[in-house]
């Protein structure tokens, strides 16, 4: 039983270089999120999806964009990374919009920019 | 202010003793309460929910005080085990955000 599955675990970049965080969930939830963890700081939303076919953005969306490509998978996108979106990002799924219902996240990926 | 606030403690508690974190909210309006506990560099795993009877499961409790805006977490008979960083979360206006507290970090000491 899977849950919620990110890729890649790790990764460095250099600044300026793209890439695109992979998350998918087994668990039929409709809801998705892409949240950034930082020291000392708690979780904070970068973009969500309450349903497929629908992205909203979160606290902290500037530098990233998202596709909700369909109801298992959800993906985050830096399209020209810099120094200050080092972090360690997570992804989280949830059965319902409209809160109620916890959220189950991904292991995380560690992301370091240079 | 921020929408949820804790006390970033730390905690340093010995085994078998009883230890409560509070953690307050803004937005009066929010209906959804969680308890996330956090390993280092692990994901946050859901703990509990916090309803508004107040709900036990085992050795922890949660409580909600509306009136005050806070909830709260007591661990009885701490375990070793039980050292981590546990997180507070409360949905926010539109129902679809959460939002994390910084987390009270607990240690367990022999």
């Known amino acids: 039983n899977a849950g919620v599955t990110q890729t890649p675990k790790f990764q460095v970049l250099k600044t300026g270089q793209s890439m695109t965080l992979q998350c998918a969930q087994d668990?039929?939830?409709?809801?998705m999120y892409w949240y950034r963890q930082d020291p000392g700081m708690g979780l904070r939303l970068i973009y969500y999806?309450?349903?497929?076919?629908?992205?909203d953005k979160g606290e902290v969306p500037n530098g990233y964009n998202v596709s909700r490509l369909n109801k298992r998978e959800f993906s985050l996108r830096l399209e020209s990374a810099a120094p200050s979106q080092t972090s360690v990002y997570f992804c989280?799924?949830?059965?319902?919009?409209?809160?109620?219902?916890?959220?189950?996240f991904g292991d995380g990926t560690r992301l370091s920019i240079l | 202010r921020k929408e949820v606030e804790q006390d970033p403690g730390p905690f340093n508690v010995p085994e078998g003793a009883t230890v409560a974190f509070n953690c307050t909210y803004s937005?009066?309006?929010?209906?959804?309460f969680f308890w996330y506990r956090q390993d280092c560099r692990k994901e946050p795993k859901l703990l509990m929910s916090?309803?508004?009877s107040g709900n036990e499961d085992g050795r922890f409790t949660a409580q909600l005080n509306r009136a005050s805006q806070y909830i709260s977490l007591l661990i009885r008979d701490s375990k070793l085990s039980d050292s981590a960083t546990y997180l507070c979360?409360?949905?926010?206006?539109?129902?679809?955000?959460?939002?994390f507290g910084t987390g009270t970090s607990l240690t367990v000491i022999p």
């Open positions: 999806s309450a349903s497929e076919g629908t992205t």
């Open positions: 668990m039929n939830h409709n809801s």
């Open positions: 979360v409360v949905n926010g206006l539109t129902g679809n955000q959460f939002y």
């Open positions: 937005n009066s309006a929010s209906q959804s």
């Open positions: 916090v309803y508004s």
């Open positions: 989280a799924s949830s059965g319902r919009t409209g809160g109620h219902q916890p959220q189950h």
